[in-house]
């Protein structure tokens, strides 16, 4: 199967265009083939529409209404459809960030950016020296007046457990995970 997205042939019709022309029943079965091949290309309607009207000349409203058509008649696809297309966007996006922090870690910022003071047992560091873009929160070694005592051989509290300085729910068990620079 190859993944350049379906084209018409070279007498491709104009359908829609021509409003004395009737469309006919192959017209109809040709568009929803040339649908059911974007489809298999986790194509959204929008790029199907477009697909269609570029390669095959295919007007795009005619192509919208085969699209809703088949929509109506297999609901239970296109619920489905639509979920995998989410998630086609998801792992395209994970991708991306995933490309990103790469870079990031290939290519780290320069380590002569001055640090901001501690306030209030809060150290900020600079936004390029984070490692994953989030804030990182150093544990206190004394704990501030009116928070919980932290035994750090018991892994929590003694009324419940801290997940990166923030209390976590009685039932939240830790997992230990390798970053790599272990």
């Known amino acids: 199967m190859t993944t350049d997205a379906p084209a018409g042939n070279s007498g491709s019709l104009s359908i829609a265009s021509n409003d004395s022309k009737k469309v006919s029943r192959e ?19 929008g790029e199907v529409v477009r697909t269609l009207s570029t390669r095959a000349r295919i007007e795009p409203g005619f192509t919208t209404l085969v699209w809703q058509k088949l929509e109506e008649e297999n609901s239970e696809f296109f619920r489905a459809y639509y979920i995998r297309l989410k998630l086609k966007r998801q ?53 501030a007046p009116g928070q919980p005592h932290m035994d750090p051989m018991a892994c929590g509290l003694s009324n419940g457990h801290v997940v990166n300085g923030i209390p976590a729910p009685g039932g939240y068990h830790p997992m230990r995970m390798n970053s790599g620079n272990e």
Do not use: T, W
């Open 27 to 45: 017209d109809i079965e040709l568009v929803q083939n040339l649908i059911e091949r974007c489809l298999q290309l986790y194509m959204n309607k």
């Open 91 to 143: 792992i395209i996006l994970f991708n991306h960030l995933l490309q990103h922090q790469y870079n990031l870690m290939k290519y780290p910022a320069p380590p002569n950016v001055p640090l901001a003071p501690i306030q209030n047992g809060i150290h900020h560091m600079p936004v390029s020296n984070l490692p994953m873009g989030y804030p990182v929160l150093p544990q206190p070694i004394m704990p």
